[in-house]
């Protein structure tokens, strides 16, 4: 069964870095474009930034020059590096794949549980 894990959120005060991480597991033919997603309490969930198999970046306009995002995919991880951090960045931070599974040819969209940034002084 195919499983995404965050890990790396918490507690920041503005203008800090935080680096969060989500790991991949199962068994797995081939990952796509994996990302970050966010969504604050009575919002919806905005895309933050995503990378695709040949490393190619995009990013929301509300975060750019102050994320990163960043992919290995020995380890079948993806990462986000957050600085300058805003209280406006505080939300619940979910991971995304689009993966194939082994034994299967169509590729469909997982989602981590989402681990929570909190951005306060």
């Known amino acids: 069964q195919v499983q995404l894990m965050e890990s790396g959120g918490g507690l920041v005060q503005p203008g800090g870095s935080l680096r969060l991480s989500c790991a991949v597991s199962?068994?797995?033919?081939?990952?796509?474009?994996m990302g970050w997603f966010r969504q604050a309490p009575g919002k919806q969930r905005d895309r933050v930034a995503t990378v695709n198999s040949g490393d190619s970046t995009d990013y929301a306009n509300s975060v750019k020059g102050r994320f990163t995002i960043s992919r290995d995919n020995a380890q079948n991880t993806v990462y986000l590096q957050m600085n300058s951090l805003k209280p406006e960045d505080a939300a619940v931070y979910y991971c995304y794949a689009e993966i194939i599974p082994a034994g299967d040819i169509r590729s469909r969209g997982y989602w981590g549980q989402g681990t929570q940034v909190t951005v306060s002084s």
């Open positions: 199962g068994s797995i033919f081939r990952i796509g474009v």
